[in-house]
């Protein structure tokens, strides 16, 4: 499991393990301003794709995005969202 920032870094290093193919569940960027019940949201968001990592018998997708917006994000786009809508 890695944050979108942490990608990359997460792909070389799981090739330099010789890991290419490396499954990896992918959260939104940042986490450390997140509350605790955003924190519980995406843990909710993740638990299935996690769940179906660890117990996958068959092929499993090299990356697995969590759906989960960001409260700032969510910030921006309702403020953007809002001045639009101004006359």
């Known amino acids: 499991m890695v944050t979108t920032a942490f990608l990359q870094h997460a792909r070389l290093a799981a090739r330099n393990l010789r890991l290419e193919k490396l499954p990896l569940v992918v959260t939104p960027h940042p986490l450390n301003d997140l509350g605790v019940e955003e924190v519980r949201a995406l843990a ?9 990592h660890l117990t996958a018998t068959g092929a499993i997708a090299e990356e697995t995005r969590i759906d989960f917006v960001h409260p700032a994000e969510r910030a921006r786009h309702t403020a953007n969202a809002a001045g639009a809508n101004k006359p």
Do not use: V
Not at 44 to 52: C, D, G, L, V, W
């Open 44 to 52: 909710r968001a993740a638990y299935p794709a996690i769940i179906a």
